[in-house]
Nanobody, 114 residues
Framework: QVQLVESGGGLVQPGGSLRLSCAAS????????MRWYRQAPGKERELVAG????????NYADSVKGRFTISRDNAKKMVYLQMDSLKFEDTAVYYC???????WGQGTQVTVSS
């Protein structure tokens, strides 16, 4: 069955970095675009970044442009989100999403705090 499993979240100080990973299974990963979303307490889920099936294009929310980088390894069926220069407002649960099959991971918590 389809599975998306995120990992890599945690507690980090402002200005720090984290790398989120999403392991995919149960679908032809290399044919599917992938996205990262996040949801902060009391806020709606928002798109953070997306990547083409073979990674030739990426897109980012304005709030993370220049700080976050989405990438993928189709051989490993993994998608990543490198997050640098983290800010307090990046605190959220981060989700991996496969839009073509409307499938979500369980989420991983990222907390930016001093």
């Amino acid at each position: 069955q389809v599975q998306l499993v995120e990992s890599g979240g945690g507690l980090v100080q402002p200005g720090g970095s984290l790398r989120l990973s999403c392991a995919a299974s149960g679908f032809p990963f290399s044919s599917y675009a992938m996205r990262w979303y996040r949801q902060a307490p009391g806020k709606e889920r928002e798109l953070v970044a997306g990547i083409h099936p073979i990674g030739i294009t990426t897109n980012y929310a304005d709030s993370v442009k220049g700080r976050f980088t989405i990438s993928r390894d189709n051989a490993k069926k993994m998608v990543y989100l490198q997050m640098d220069s983290l800010k307090f407002e990046d605190t959220a649960v981060y989700y991996c999403y496969a839009p073509r099959i409307d499938s979500w991971g369980q989420g991983t918590q990222v907390t930016v705090s001093s």
